[in-house]
């Protein structure tokens, strides 16, 4: 949140992980669980602590995934209805890209122990960006192709 002297404030609210199939899956798979775990997790912030769909932002480090929630067609059948969903729960436009080392997310489904997550600063803040005003963030969304010039 932004406090009114302009500082930015950063605190992990809830979190939840999965742990991965024993059968063998494909990443792609597993990257669309994840964001559809978040975009069920976000509807029920949004719900609970009345924030604004304008003021949500939710990251993804997988470009494939993004690329099905940005709407294109060329998304696997099998994959439609958590697509959707994923769009109903929270707009394609609030979906932005983040680099895979700067995810705080990766450390709840890379099986950091829990002892460990106590000391792992972007677990509980984010990572270090998010704390500078929001107009000096880098874009953090890709510029994916369009279906037409793929």
Do not use: M
């Not at 979190?15 to 063998?24: D, E, H, R, S």
């Amino acid at each position: 949140s932004v406090e009114t002297t302009g500082g930015v404030h950063i605190a992990l609210v809830e979190a939840k992980t999965k742990v991965a199939l024993i059968k063998k899956v494909s990443l792609s798979r597993l990257e669309l669980c994840g964001a559809h775990l978040l975009a069920r997790l976000v509807k029920h912030l949004k719900a609970v602590l009345e924030i604004p769909t304008k003021d949500i932002y939710a990251y993804t480090d997988s470009t494939i995934v993004l690329y099905w929630i940005y709407g294109t067609n060329r998304r696997p059948k099998t994959f439609k209805a958590s697509v959707s969903e994923i769009q109903e729960r929270l707009p394609p436009e609030r979906w932005k890209h983040i680099k895979g080392n700067e995810n705080p997310a990766d450390a709840g489904s890379c099986g950091i122990l829990p002892k460990d997550i106590i000391n792992h600063d972007s677990w509980w803040s984010g990572p270090h960006w998010l704390k500078s005003d929001q107009s000096t963030w880098e874009s953090k969304r890709r510029h994916l192709a369009s279906e037409k010039k793929i």
